[in-house]
């Protein structure tokens, strides 16, 4: 994955483990509103987090209680804190397939 502004990694500082209980649950990035600008992430949206062992799709929180550099974990098998991630925006315009479908 090329680097730029709109992917450099992000340390993992939290990791919050739902239950099956729990009212809010799935997959959530929290991270600070300048590295949100900086991917050109909203609040709400869809992003791709890239961890060390796989990518997953997480809803986007701009928490201002996060630092630059820093993201918050909800949901999200197979990373851990203190591991490093990479958050981006999802290609939806591009019209490439992929695989050989029929």
């Given at each position: 994955?090329?680097s730029?502004?709109?992917?450099?990694?992000?340390?993992?500082?939290?990791?919050?483990?739902?239950?099956?209980?729990?009212?809010?649950?799935?997959?959530?990035?929290?991270?600070?509103?300048?590295?949100?600008?900086?991917?050109?992430?909203?609040e709400?949206?869809?992003?791709?987090?890239?961890?060390?062992?796989?990518?997953?799709?997480?809803?986007?929180?701009?928490?201002?209680?996060?630092?630059?550099g820093?993201?918050?974990?909800?949901?999200?098998?197979?990373?851990?804190?203190?591991?490093?991630?990479?958050?981006?925006?999802?290609?939806?315009?591009?019209?490439?397939?992929?695989?050989?479908?029929?």
């Open positions: 994955m090329p730029d502004a709109r992917n450099k990694p992000l340390r993992v500082t939290g990791f919050i483990g739902t239950r099956v209980s729990d009212a809010d649950r799935g997959p959530q990035v929290r991270l600070s509103p300048d590295d949100a600008r900086a991917r050109l992430l909203n709400g949206e869809l992003a791709w987090v890239h961890g060390p062992r796989r990518q997953e799709l997480a809803t986007v929180v701009v928490d201002a209680a996060v630092h630059r820093d993201v918050v974990l909800r949901d999200v098998a197979g990373v851990s804190p203190s591991e490093v991630v990479r958050v981006v925006k999802p290609d939806l315009d591009s019209h490439t397939r992929r695989g050989n479908f029929a």
